[in-house]
């Protein structure tokens, strides 16, 4: 499988990339546990806006609900970073770091942007914002609005945070000097993109793969895989068109409803689309495909772990979104649990 092969380009060290390829909550949390617990990863670097994610992380029988730690934080041999790109809530991060009990090997960027209760009112004030756009409340697009006017204040203007403050960059790029494996752990999701998601209803930043690399200040040569986490069905929270949404009864009839992990809204739910599947693969330059929540469309694959259990039916499925796309898929989840996946080499 890539996540173990040769060091391309003749560069050092690896860096495997986790972005969502639909509009969030594909469970990207659970691929990135999976991959984090198998494979030696010495470092797992946060990217995407802020904590206006949620993602759900289940380990050793734990449920962890996280907002800003990477869900990749298990292994006490993997230290975790913050990029400067992503924006962080201080007592969000301190309670996660406690949470997690990580407090020896989490660092964030002294240019990390910090969120203010004033960004969090001034958002949920905003009809704009929460009504038109459908916000997650977080305050992450008011405190980015301050980050460009240049006025945002950063990590390191923070008293409580200075035991975590470090050079994102520079301590990345010593560690693929040095061989090392770097997990670059993006939130949200490719059509939630300022630039190439369904603008306006979209996030305050760019998402996609190569804005994760910037957030965390590593060069787009360095980057040996990409893998895109799909659901296999498409959900959406907030505002904005979703091709083929079924109505909340069909939704509950065909079992699969959620819930929003940080606003507790119902997400809106479609059939997958393999066009824009094909689109979220080229933009983000997908090396593997993730599909997640297999065992929803198809309840016979719950829990299973091997290729043998593939049906006819849902082999059929995969090979049309390798068909569509031209990209392996690699990732087969079929439970919450990290242990419920198929590995298609
Ligand atoms: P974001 O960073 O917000 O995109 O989070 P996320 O992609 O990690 O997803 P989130 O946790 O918001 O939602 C995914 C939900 O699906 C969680 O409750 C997971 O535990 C669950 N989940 C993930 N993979 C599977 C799967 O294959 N089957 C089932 N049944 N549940 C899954
Ligand atoms: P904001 O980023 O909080 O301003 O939200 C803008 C849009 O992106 C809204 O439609 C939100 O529901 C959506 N959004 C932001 N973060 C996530 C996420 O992690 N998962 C799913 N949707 C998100
Ligand atoms: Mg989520």
């Given at each position: 499988?890539?996540?173990?092969?040769?060091?391309?380009?003749?560069?050092?060290?690896?860096?495997?990339?986790?972005?969502?390829?639909?509009?969030?909550?594909?469970?990207?949390?659970?691929i990135v546990s999976y991959i984090a617990s198998k494979y030696r990863i010495d470092a797992v670097a946060r990217a995407g806006t802020g904590p206006n994610a949620g993602h759900t992380v289940v380990h050793d029988g734990v449920t962890y609900k996280l907002r800003l730690m990477p869900s990749g934080f298990f292994s006490e041999n993997t230290r975790i970073f913050i990029g400067p790109g992503v924006l962080i809530n201080e007592s969000?991060?301190?309670?996660?770091?406690?949470?997690?009990?990580?407090?020896?090997?989490?660092?964030?960027?002294?240019?990390?942007?910090v969120i203010t209760e004033?960004?969090?009112?001034?958002?949920?004030?905003?009809?704009?914002?929460?009504?038109?756009?459908?916000?997650?409340?977080?305050?992450?697009?008011?405190?980015?609005?301050?980050?460009?006017?240049?006025?945002?204040?950063?990590?390191?203007?923070?008293?409580?945070?200075?035991?975590?403050?470090?050079?994102?960059s520079e301590e990345l790029n010593d560690i693929l000097d040095n061989n090392g494996t770097v997990l670059v752990e993006g939130s949200q999701a490719t059509f939630l993109s300022l630039y190439h998601g369904t603008y306006p209803f979209v996030t305050s930043k760019d998402v996609t793969a190569s804005a994760a690399l910037s957030d965390v200040g590593?060069?787009?040569?360095?980057?040996?895989?990409?893998?895109?986490?799909?659901?296999?069905?498409?959900?959406?929270?907030?505002?904005?068109?979703?091709?083929?949404?079924?109505d909340a009864d069909e939704v509950i009839r065909r079992n699969w409803q959620e819930y929003g992990t940080v606003t507790g809204r119902l997400r809106r739910a479609a059939p997958f689309d393999f066009k824009l599947a094909r689109k979220a693969v080229r933009i983000?330059?997908?090396?593997?495909?993730?599909l997640t929540k297999m065992d929803i469309l198809f309840p016979e694959?719950?829990?299973?772990?091997?290729?043998?259990?593939?049906?006819?039916?849902?082999?059929?499925?995969?090979?049309?979104?390798?068909?569509k796309t031209g990209v392996r898929v690699t990732y087969i989840s079929t439970g919450p649990e990290a242990k419920a996946l198929i590995i298609r080499e």
């Open positions: 499988m890539n996540v173990v092969s040769e060091t391309v380009r003749g560069q050092k060290g690896r860096v495997i990339i986790v972005v969502g390829g639909f509009w969030g909550d594909e469970g990207k949390g659970k969000i991060f301190l309670q996660e770091v406690d949470t997690c009990k990580v407090e020896n090997r989490v660092f964030v960027d002294r240019h990390t942007g004033e960004h969090i009112e001034l958002e949920k004030a905003s009809q704009h914002l929460m009504g038109k756009i459908g916000s997650t409340g977080s305050g992450c697009g008011t405190a980015n609005v301050d980050r460009i006017k240049r006025k945002l204040k950063l990590a390191k203007d923070y008293n409580k945070l200075k035991p975590f403050i470090t050079d994102v590593i060069g787009p040569t360095r980057a040996t895989e990409v893998i895109v986490v799909f659901k296999a069905f498409v959900t959406r929270v907030g505002e904005g068109h979703l091709d083929g949404e079924l983000n330059g997908a090396t593997n495909i993730a694959l719950k829990g299973a772990t091997t290729t043998d259990a593939l049906t006819k039916a849902s082999l059929e499925f995969i090979e049309k979104i390798e068909e």
